[in-house]
């Protein structure tokens, strides 16, 4: 009997003893919306669970009477709960609406955002932003303070241009270091070089930064100031954008399935009121009459025919006019059509026990609203990180994109009435006339020669590569080696026919450029985040970095196709070969020595600094090195007990910052003598290649070194409900590259030194909070607001004499790039002068027109010609009786006052309404199109209806616009095309609807509408406030040049989620 009841007593009681309890529950929110993903922990274990996507959970409890459940959520309070016997639980988290545990990355790590001390932006709801935008770089527009993105819609795959706290370089970069899951990609305003210049001078610019759909992006951090951005030394001196890709999801073994399609309607936004048929016949008949000529045309009510003319004997002009009227076109309405494009996608993520993993896959089909305008492309992406020991994580993320685009041409720089979308404009709006073409109709061909006759074809792909092992020695201290890859390659492709003017020039002209970038990084990063004693907490970081980039564009034109079927497919057919084959190689390195420290003491008081020091290949010896420190402090007021007693401040914090980065943005080679091929016919017929120098060696080359100081202020009220964030910072840049000119007797035009120093100033404010919230209704907003001011403060020049306000002085300036080099705005349009904001427009003052004739006679000549009524009247600002270069003065500043965007989000039961505006106020635009439309120079173009209806004319006169033909052709730059560039832009606005299914198969269904650019409110009559012409050349700023329409889109999209 005592061996069985020892026997029982073997077998039961440690069933009792570990005995465990099922319990269930659902996890909300204070609104009723279920929490997926919150963690659970028993307290005192390491034993825990994480809720589904319905927000259900199931732990096994050990001793359910006595146990405690904790329950936490990123953005909500932490809670704990004693079971006291319950197996079931209903539980309520309160939201905290700023939680200041949340991770920030920052360079190489992450940090606390309670413990962040420089001026970092952060991204939000980038999943709701990725619905609605094709690139990276334009997910940025309006969504923080201090960046001022500028693109253009209507062009797919065009340029876009990102500025973070304004211009730190005169002839340099500005476009910001880009940080993709630790790997560099500085392919921003990079393209394939044009064949016919080569440079990227006159083909249109396209996106450099391809290969990332945003739907996989996971998060986006600016870094703004120098404390932050110093950890990237000489690539970090115009800003940071670093890019988390997505990771699986935290649900242990099942895997997450979302589909997405969306289809978008896109149509021009603005049309340009040019004259139409009727408008202008009669204004071709009034400057024939005015030339002596007869009258081309008979309008007879809304007809218009053609008139021909014979002699009768009295040496009469007889007209007759032509039996068939003419065909009116409006040119804008016939080539500007409805762009319908469809995106395709799906994504893949789950978490098994040691392997987390994220799919995606997407087709993205995306239509011009020009005919010929379309891109193509497939990008697919797969995220592993593998937990191989404990202590032994992997990372591997893997994307790869081929993509595919024809264009109509936005415009060749080199002049517009090369230009499709100048041609569209200037054009005769009639069509049926001989095909005996005047030089001037051949100079402004048919619109539908470019749709007919030029191909501009690209097709790239792209392969980017971050593989990573981390092991931790001791809890918080890791080491983790990384490995990145960046290969791209890209072919461009341009055809111009018989129907275009340079095609008929040369019989046919097929330009081929080809590029291949290779880049790979090396990261060694030795890291600990932790205690060394109570009240002290540090995160410190080391590494050595290796960066290596390998470019090589190749690319040659030929012209004089006898055969043209198959256009630049077949370059063996053409004769001539205007620009041999050539190659430019570039390869340079940077090697890095890095490290980063963050103390806290108290939880109040917080410390970085942060040092590196760069290598690059860029530069002769003695100048490859550079150094770049930061030092950081911030206080949490918030936390001191006699601010805490307040009972006023969820987060008040202090924030001071100081740091040093630099910028290599020259091309390599620079410090070296280069050479190149030069092709001569001797006297036997022969063609003799040679050498000939190119450019004069400058060992002394070294950084540009930017300095910015920064202090910041943190606020929140009401549990995070409320939070405000202000900045101020000063930065100057010193040793500026730039070009300066060579006597002619060197036998070269230039050379590049490190010359001069430009400021930047400014102030940010950012706001924003949740207004209302209740269990079935939220409504939230926000706001930021930016002013940069910036000055040339030294150029190292000699001065010259220039007059401003009809007042000599003696300045040191220097004059950006001619805009064209054609007949139109052969002039540069900046001018760099210290004391003055940077790029500055410099130009003609204008005072009206000319009202009479005697007026005219006492009028200062324009280079040594009379004036006539209804001229321009130019400002004589030297006084010596004659227009000349010396006249050019100030005429308006393209850098804005200031920038501004502000957001709501309504949310009601399933339905949630969101709003983005942006704005800048207080630019100033140079409409280079006016330049020719806003004229009625007499020829055979169309231009704008005021420019005729509003003419200036013997017995109508106007100060408004000239006489016709009166023409701007070969002449300079003035002010009556300089216009007020500030819009307010309604951005986005989407209207989202949630299906959710509980039980099943599905798990929601989100269906969504979008408008993008529903609404612009601007004085500016060009095409777009939002300038792209030359995003990446800071020479020429502020200039509107052969600018392609902006469109109104509207798209409608469905997410399944399985």
């Known amino acids: 009997m005592k061996q069985l009841i020892l026997l029982l007593t073997i077998i039961v009681f440690p069933s009792l003893l570990f005995a465990q309890t099922s319990v269930s529950g659902v996890v909300k929110s204070t609104s009723g919306e279920f929490l997926p993903g919150v963690n659970i922990v028993i307290s005192g274990k390491t034993t825990g669970t994480v809720t589904n996507l319905n927000g259900e959970f199931i732990i096994q409890v050990p001793d359910v009477e006595n146990a405690q459940l904790t329950f936490s959520f990123i953005g909500f309070q932490t809670q704990t709960i004693d079971l006291k016997g319950r197996t079931s639980l209903d539980v309520e988290l309160i939201e905290t609406f700023q939680d200041l545990d949340e991770v920030v990355v920052i360079g190489y790590g992450e940090v606390a955002k309670r413990d962040l001390t420089g001026s970092v932006a952060k991204v939000s709801e980038s999943e709701n932003i990725a619905r609605q935008y094709n690139t990276v770089d334009a997910m940025l527009q309006g969504r923080a303070a201090g960046v001022q993105v500028t693109s253009n819609p209507g062009s797919p795959n065009g340029a876009v241009s990102v500025r973070i706290r304004g211009t730190n370089s005169l002839r340099g970069n500005n476009e910001p270091l880009y940080v993709i899951d630790g790997v560099i990609i500085n392919s921003a305003g990079e393209d394939v070089l044009d064949a016919s210049s080569d440079a990227n001078e006159l083909q249109t610019d396209q996106n450099g930064l391809t290969g990332l759909n945003p739907r996989d992006i996971e998060s986006i951090e600016v870094l703004k100031d120098a404390s932050a ?18 990771k699986g999801s935290s649900e242990k073994g099942k895997a997450k399935i979302n589909f997405y399609a969306t289809t978008d309607f896109s149509h021009i936004l603005k049309k340009i009121d040019v004259m139409d048929a009727i408008s202008y016949a009669n204004y071709m008949n009034e400057n024939d009459v005015l030339n002596g000529s007869s009258p081309r045309y008979l309008v007879d009510g809304s007809l218009i025919y053609p008139m021909s003319y014979t002699t009768n004997e009295e040496g009469e002009a007889v007209g007759t006019p032509g039996t068939t009227p003419l065909q009116q076109v409006d040119w804008q309405d016939e080539v500007y059509e409805l762009a319908v494009s469809h995106s395709e996608g799906i994504t893949i993520s789950g978490n098994s026990e040691k392997t987390n993993y994220y799919f995606s896959a997407g087709y993205h089909d995306t239509k011009g609203i020009v005919e010929t305008t379309t891109v193509k492309s497939g990008d697919i992406r797969l995220n592993l990180t593998s937990s191989l020991t404990p202590k032994l994580t992997m990372d591997n993320r893997v994307s790869a994109m081929y993509q595919k685009g024809t264009f109509a041409q936005a415009g060749s720089k080199s002049g517009g009435n090369r230009s499709f979308t100048k041609q569209v404009l200037t054009y005769r709006p009639l069509v049926g006339l001989s095909q005996d073409l005047d030089d001037t109709d051949l100079e402004i061909s048919n619109p539908y020669g470019f749709l007919e006759d030029f191909d501009d074809i690209t097709e790239e792909n792209r392969i980017n590569v971050s593989s990573s092992l981390e092991y931790e020695f001791l809890k918080g201290l890791k080491y983790k080696v990384r490995g990145g890859v960046d290969y791209r390659t890209k072919d461009r492709q341009r055809w111009y026919g018989l129907q275009i003017f340079q095609g008929e020039k040369e019989n046919g002209i097929a330009n081929y450029s080809d590029l291949k970038r290779y880049s790979y990084t090396i990261d060694n990063i030795l890291s600990y985040s932790g205690k060394i004693a109570k009240g002290h907490r540090i995160n410190a970081t080391a590494a050595a970095t290796y960066d290596a980039v390998n470019f090589k564009n190749s690319l040659y034109e030929i012209t004089d196709f006898p055969v043209k079927t198959l256009r630049s497919e077949a370059p063996q057919l053409g004769q001539i070969v205007t620009q041999p084959q050539s ?4 390869d340079e390195a940077i090697f890095s020595l890095l490290g980063r420290i963050n103390y806290t003491l108290s939880d109040k008081y917080i410390f970085t600094a942060s040092f590196r020091a760069d290598q690059s290949s860029k530069f002769a ?40 980065t630099g910028n290599q943005a020259i091309k390599p080679y620079q410090t070296l003598s280069t050479y190149n091929t030069s092709y001569y016919v001797d006297a036997s017929g022969n063609t003799i290649i040679g050498n000939v120098p190119a450019r004069i060696a400058n060992a002394d080359l070294t950084w540009e070194k930017t300095e910015q100081l920064n202090a910041g202020l943190d606020i929140s009220f009401f549990d995070g409900r409320l939070n405000a964030t202000i900045d101020g910072y000063y930065k100057t840049t010193q040793d500026l590259l730039q070009d300066i000119s060579l006597p002619t007797s060197s036998g070269f035009n230039s050379m590049t030194i490190n010359r001069g120093k430009i400021e930047n100033k400014g102030i940010e404010i950012s706001v924003d909070g949740v207004l209302l919230n209740k269990k079935d209704f939220t409504f939230s907003a926000g706001g930021h607001f930016s002013v940069n001011r910036n000055k040339v403060l030294s150029l190292g020049l000699t001065p010259s004499p220039v007059w401003i306000d009809g007042k000599q002085s003696d300045e040191v300036f220097y004059l950006g790039a001619n805009v064209s080099t054609g007949t139109y705005f052969k002039a540069p349009a900046n001018i760099f002068m210290e004391g003055q904001p940077i790029g500055m427009f410099w130009g003609y003052q204008t005072n009206g027109v000319y009202q009479d004739q005697p007026a005219a006679d006492v009028g200062p000549t324009y280079f040594g010609t009379a004036n006539k009524a209804g001229d321009l009247v130019f400002v004589d600002q030297n006084g010596d009786g004659n227009i000349s270069i010396e006249d050019r003065t100030f005429i308006g500043n393209p850098n804005p006052d200031f920038t501004y965007g502000f957001d709501f989000t309504v949310s009601w039961k399933n339905f949630t309404l969101k709003a983005l505006f942006d704005g800048v106020y207080g630019n100033d635009i140079a409409n280079g199109y006016n330049l020719e439309v806003g004229f009625a120079e007499g020829l055979s173009k169309n231009l704008l209806a005021d420019a005729y209806n509003m003419a200036w004319r013997t017995d109508q006169p106007s100060n408004a616009y000239t006489r016709i033909g009166y023409s701007q052709q070969n002449q300079g730059f003035p002010d009556v095309i300089v216009e007020d560039g500030s819009y307010l832009r309604l951005n986005n606005v989407t209207l989202g609807y949630d299906i959710p299914f509980t039980n099943g198969f599905l798990s929601n ?43 109104r889109t509207v798209l409608f999209g469905v997410n399944v989620t399985f």
Do not use: C, H
């Open 229 to 246: 951005t110093a950890i990237y030394g000489s690539r970090g001196a115009n800003g940071v954008v670093l890019i988390t890709t997505k």
């Open 583 to 586: 190659i430019v190689y570039a």
């Open 1005 to 1047: 269904i989100n269906l969504y509408v979008s408008g993008q650019n529903l609404l612009y409110f601007t004085s500016y009559s060009g095409y777009n406030p939002q300038v792209t012409s030359f995003l990446y050349d800071g020479t020429i700023m502020g200039v509107d040049w052969v600018g392609t329409p902006n469109v």
């Open 621 to 660: 010896s003695g100048n490859k090195w550079g150094y770049f420190p930061s030092l950081a402090a911030a206080w949490r007021l918030g936390e001191e007990s006699f601010i805490k007693d307040l009972g006023w401040f969820y987060n008040l914090k202090l924030r001071v910052g100081w740091g040093q």
